[in-house]
């Protein structure tokens, strides 16, 4: 149903356990019922076009199209024309095209990387918002328009504005709702359950089935700092169902600079100038400690219901093993 509207996402495809997501899926679900205008503000890859189609998806409108441009990768030289369409010229008998504003009525548009606007662009655009009304490039009428818009920008909108690369106005009328998405980084406790989600996808995409991961894996995906965010963590997921030679993924199949991004080898393995019972139970334990927490996100009294410990004991034992 969904896919006959442009889209592929709905609101399921949110795949979180984190307090700051589950926030961020209620305002989408409270928004959705509205016409306001939203700004999307987050880094490359945290699902901004994810979170557009699930507001659409949502919506009354979800039975018109959903239309997404990115300003950023059209020449500056064709935008207007691709946004507000074209009058046929009778000298030239060029003929009528239809901007993707024409395009999205009856539904949403999703402007990404919206400060890549000119901003003599941008106060057309304004216009449009306020009116809903276009002309075509060479029209003489203007057009009236039930669109919804959904703008995005991947840098702090203050920093756009001071860099006039941003309109203070056309900002104001964006921002009516906006939503502040937070990178992977701020919020690890999600990467377990994306991790699994992406295994599940490429089991129903690709010619290899996975059934196990390595808890070297999961740890090491714990200690890297994700600056691609969650698309990153699907194309690693992807490079390694292509390394893989068994129905498991292991460490070395996974991107290099992931694997070698912190010293996750040195947490899980006894050493070995270690020759002593005592140092050996303790690198052991202490191994099943940072697996058991990057397994859970770092949630202390989780970690210490499956280690079968009680908390207190847990926080003694990650100071002692300086896992703080």
Same mark, same amino acid.
């Given at each position: 149903?969904?896919?006959?509207?442009?889209?592929?996402?709905?609101?399921?495809?949110?795949?979180?356990?984190?307090?700051?997501?589950?926030?961020?899926?209620?305002?989408?679900?409270?928004?959705?019922?509205?016409?306001?205008?939203?700004?999307?503000?987050?880094?490359?890859?945290?699902?901004?076009?994810?979170?557009?189609?699930?507001?659409?998806?949502? =919506?009354?409108?979800?039975?018109?199209?959903?239309?997404?441009?990115?300003?950023?990768?059209?020449?500056?030289?064709?935008?207007?024309?691709?946004?507000?369409?074209?009058?046929?010229?009778?000298?030239?008998?060029?003929?009528?095209?239809?901007?993707?504003?024409?395009?999205?009525?009856?539904?949403?548009?999703?402007?990404?990387?919206?400060?890549?606007?000119?901003?003599?662009?941008?106060?057309?655009?304004?216009?449009?918002?306020?009116?809903?009304?276009?002309?075509?490039?060479?029209?003489?009428?203007?057009?009236?328009?039930?669109?919804?818009?959904?703008?995005?920008?991947?840098?702090?909108?203050?920093?756009?504005?001071?860099?006039?690369?941003?309109?203070?106005?056309?900002?104001?009328?964006?921002?009516?709702?906006?939503?502040?998405?937070?990178?992977?980084?701020?919020?690890?406790?999600?990467?377990?359950?994306?991790?699994?989600?992406?295994?599940?996808?490429?089991?129903?995409?690709?010619?290899?089935?996975?059934?196990?991961?390595?808890?070297?894996?999961?740890?090491?995906?714990?200690?890297?700092?994700?600056?691609?965010?969650?698309?990153?963590?699907?194309?690693?997921?992807?490079?390694?169902?292509?390394?893989?030679?068994?129905?498991?993924?292991?460490?070395?199949?996974?991107?290099?600079?992931?694997?070698?991004? =912190? =010293?996750?080898?040195?947490?899980?393995?006894?050493?070995?100038? =270690?020759?002593?019972?005592?140092?050996?139970?303790?690198?052991?334990?202490?191994?099943?400690?940072?697996?058991?927490?990057?397994?859970?996100?770092?949630?202390?009294?989780?970690?210490?219901?499956?280690?079968?410990?009680?908390?207190?004991?847990?926080?003694?034992?990650?100071?002692?093993?300086?896992?703080?």
């Amino acid at each position: 149903m969904y896919r006959k509207n442009n889209t592929i996402y709905t609101i399921d495809n949110l795949i979180s356990q984190s307090s700051v997501m589950e926030e961020i899926k209620n305002k989408v679900r409270k928004v959705s019922s509205t016409d306001s205008t939203i700004l999307i503000n987050g880094e490359t890859g945290t699902g901004k076009e994810i979170i557009a189609q699930s507001i659409h998806n949502l =919506s009354r409108r979800y039975t018109q199209p959903f239309i997404p441009i990115n300003c950023g990768e059209i020449p500056p030289t064709y935008i207007e024309h691709i946004l507000f369409g074209t009058e046929k010229d009778p000298l030239t008998s060029t003929p009528d095209i239809l901007g993707i504003l024409e395009q999205a009525n009856g539904g949403t548009i999703f402007l990404d990387e919206i400060s890549a606007l000119d901003i003599k662009l941008q106060a057309k655009l304004l216009k449009v918002i306020e009116d809903k009304l276009i002309r075509r490039v060479g029209g003489k009428q203007d057009i009236h328009l039930n669109i919804r818009v959904i703008a995005a920008t991947n840098e702090n909108p203050e920093k756009l504005m001071r860099e006039k690369l941003l309109r203070e106005d056309l900002y104001y009328r964006l921002s009516v709702f906006q939503l502040d998405l937070p990178p992977l980084s701020d919020r690890k406790e999600d990467i377990t359950a994306l991790t699994h989600y992406f295994i599940e996808f490429y089991n129903r995409h690709m010619q290899i089935k996975i059934e196990k991961l390595d808890d070297q894996v999961l740890m090491a995906f714990q200690q890297y700092n994700w600056p691609g965010n969650v698309r990153e963590l699907k194309n690693a997921i992807e490079t390694a169902y292509n390394n893989a030679n068994s129905k498991e993924i292991h460490l070395y199949d996974i991107p290099a600079k992931i694997r070698n991004y =912190s =010293s996750v080898l040195e947490k899980i393995t006894i050493s070995e100038d =270690s020759f002593n019972l005592k140092d050996k139970v303790e690198e052991y334990e202490k191994s099943l400690i940072v697996i058991e927490l990057s397994k859970t996100g770092g949630k202390l009294a989780e970690t210490a219901r499956r280690l079968g410990i009680s908390k207190q004991l847990l926080k003694y034992k990650m100071e002692k093993y300086e896992l703080r």
